[in-house]
């Protein structure tokens, strides 16, 4: 079984929205800090947004205001709802645990901001 697998992922205009569901191994999700990292191309991963089981939560500052992270504990499911995106933020997006573990990474979900 894939531990973790993002959806949601598109082609939208600056400005608009998207959401982003990450479907997480009920074995992994119940205990851990959940988040959503991001890769850019020529650009190095990095962290976007965290949530703990608690659902205390964590933004790049360049999101914040923009992007909200959420839980689902009934549904070992991870959400990141993003509005008013920008160009800068295409990148291909990611759920992993805190710290990341490699094994956990995915394919990712394609979010490309463009008009």
């Known amino acids: 079984q894939v531990p973790l697998v993002e959806s949601g992922g598109g082609l939208v205009q600056p400005g608009g929205s998207l959401r982003l569901s990450c479907s997480v191994s009920?074995?992994?999700?119940?205990?851990?800090?959940m988040a959503w990292y991001r890769q850019a191309p020529g650009s190095q991963r990095e962290l976007v947004a965290s949530v703990t089981s608690g659902g205390t939560t964590n933004y790049l500052d360049f999101v914040k205001g923009r992007f909200t992270i959420s839980r689902d504990n009934a549904k070992n499911t991870v959400y990141l709802q993003m509005n008013s995106l920008k160009e800068e933020d295409t990148a291909v997006y990611y759920c992993?645990?805190?710290?990341?573990?490699?094994?956990?990474w995915g394919q990712g979900t394609q979010v490309t901001v463009s008009s």
């Open positions: 009920r074995s992994i999700f119940s205990r851990v800090i």
């Open positions: 992993n645990i805190v710290p990341a573990y490699d094994p956990y």
